[in-house]
């Protein structure tokens, strides 16, 4: 045990068990814990309003753990550690790591701060199953095919450590005397506007709430996970997103309890080892960023910075808005809005449509998923936006253009995920809802269904928008 305390810095790691960094602290002597809001300097991705109503509620359940002594802080991290280290005489930093290009770049510049006035830095790896930069091709290159890095890269090299046991027992280091801090509430992480309280319906933020989602998935929804996590109208995914994304669950503590869970109940290896491979994607998301750094920004793939993109505000705020008149794409972008989540079968298909048929640059889908998604992520979003655009890695090719209208019938056969976001429509016929403007004039009326003033008739054609979109791309094949 040494006297001075070590400072622990709370980032994408809101959670006390399986928490290396935090635990390792603990093992030194008295803890300060402390968060700092750090998003606001230039040429970060600057959190968007979902991502801070989650933080928010989420720091408030790890300030009531940590009884009430979690220390705030709004500003640039390496100033206030530096002086919150000078003013409480520590002699250690500790975190885990983060893996945005913003944070590695801050983060290694914090160390050498530190390092230079005698301060130890440590870093722990508490997100990932396999580090980026330890999984690498027989000729020490990245990956770029996400099957190859799986199985071969990650499963074929090392076994995922188990989680810790037991969350730290914490003693406290008395900061009676850091004036610099502030409450939760200053941070200022909730709207103005109450927009935010129909999230609250949906989502439990904090570890607790994690755990919780987590044993509801193994009681309901795991099973037959396989085939059902391609329907948005079943509960049959985990939800897990954001509470992996701010890390109030370890990939490492989900990986664990489901093994768990396979080996006394009855669970197909089938379904399970779907779900491992969903959990992959996670890494495989990070993994592209980390050797891509321009990930968010740029098309991995070079020719796509010749596409020839439409400028059409009006057509990006139907998309948003859930007003273009195809029923799978505005149901989601409703749920979205309403939710602050999308299922993922839908998330390909609105973003296949904002990019294919209305030939939009996929950032700005990025961009509108960053605000609205409580489970925005730098890395799964962007790798994520340039799959379904074509231009990434291991992309759906872009000649893959979802029909909005055939996905809707195949993956929401009785329109029970339709009719639950769009309760205009919600009288069709089943054999109408996913076309409407196919409906006879009485069948509408019947329906009390007016199209173009109760619900939009479609904005773009699909046949001549796939065709456009087919022949930009050939043109940017081809060199053009
Ligand atoms: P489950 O099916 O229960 O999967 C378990 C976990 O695996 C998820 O919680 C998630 O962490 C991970 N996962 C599953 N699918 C993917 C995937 N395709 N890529 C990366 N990780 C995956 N996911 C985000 O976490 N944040 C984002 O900002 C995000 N943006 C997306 C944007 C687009 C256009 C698309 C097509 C997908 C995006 N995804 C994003 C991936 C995926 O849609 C979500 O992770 C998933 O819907 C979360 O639901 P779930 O937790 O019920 O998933």
């Known amino acids: ?37 750090d998003d606001e300097q ?14 928010h509620r989420s720091l408030h359940q790890l300030e009531q753990q940590l009884q009430g002594r979690l220390l705030f802080f709004a500003g640039k991290a390496e100033e206030i550690l530096q002086r919150l280290t000078r ?19 801050r983060d290694r510049r914090i160390k050498e701060t530190l390092n230079q006035t005698g301060i130890g830095v440590q870093s722990f790896n508490a997100s990932l199953l396999w580090e980026p930069w330890e999984v690498l091709k027989g000729d ?96 049959q995914t985990s939800r897990l997103s954001p509470h992996l994304h701010f890390g109030e669950i370890s990939p490492h503590q989900i990986r664990q309890t489901l093994l768990t869970a396979a080996a006394t109940e009855n ?10 491979s969903e959990l992959a994607w996670r890494e495989f998301s990070y993994y592209q960023l980390y050797h891509n750094t321009h990930l968010p920004e740029l098309p991995l793939r070079a020719e796509f910075q010749r596409f020839p993109w439409l400028k059409d505000e009006e057509g990006l705020r139907s998309w948003q808005g859930g007003l273009t008149g ?21 998330r390909m298909v609105v973003g296949s449509f904002l990019v294919k048929n209305l030939m939009l640059p996929w950032q700005q889908g990025e961009s509108w998923f960053w605000d609205c998604l409580v489970d925005a992520d730098l890395a799964s979003n962007a790798a994520s936006w340039q799959w379904v655009a074509g231009c990434g890695a291991d992309a759906a090719p872009y000649f893959r253009i979802f029909n909005p209208v055939t996905q809707g019938q195949k993956f929401d056969p009785d329109g029970a995920y339709i009719r639950r976001y769009l309760p205009e429509l919600a009288q069709l016929p089943t054999r109408y809802l996913h076309a409407p403007w196919t409906a006879s004039a009485d069948m509408l009326e019947q329906a009390n269904v007016r199209l173009g ?20 791309y050939q043109m940017v094949r081809q060199g053009h």
């Open 140 to 235: 020490a290159t990245p990956y770029k095919v996400f099957t190859p890095y799986y199985r071969k890269g990650c499963l074929g090299r090392t076994v995922p450590r188990s989680p810790l046991e037991q969350a730290p027992a914490l003693h406290f280091y008395s900061t009676t005397n850091i004036s610099d801090g502030c409450p939760l509430a200053a941070l200022a992480l909730l709207p103005s506007q109450p927009w935010h309280k129909k999230l609250e319906q949906h989502w439990q933020p904090g570890e607790k709430g994690a755990h919780q989602r987590l044993n509801d998935f193994i009681a309901g929804g795991l099973d037959g996970y396989r085939q059902g996590r391609d329907f948005p109208a079943l509960e």
């Open 267 to 276: 669970i197909s290896a089938a379904d399970l080892d779907h779900f491992f």
């Open 453 to 472: 003033v109760d619900y939009p008739l479609p904005i773009v054609d699909l046949k001549t928008s796939r065709k456009r979109a087919l022949a930009a």
């Open 326 to 346: 195809y029923p799978l794409v505005d149901a989601g972008m409703r749920e979205l809005w309403q939710t602050g989540f999308m299922h993922n079968r839908v």
């Open 87 to 105: 003013a409480v005489g520590a002699e250690k930093v500790f975190w885990n790591r983060c893996y945005e290009p913003w944070r590695i770049e």
């Open 1 to 37: 045990m040494i006297d001075a305390p070590v400072i622990f810095w709370f980032r994408q790691d809101l959670r006390l068990a399986d928490n290396p960094g935090l635990t390792a602290a603990a093992q030194q002597g008295a803890v300060i814990p402390v968060y700092i809001l």
């Open 42 to 55: 230039p040429g970060t991705w600057r959190m968007g309003s979902a991502s801070r109503w989650w933080l």
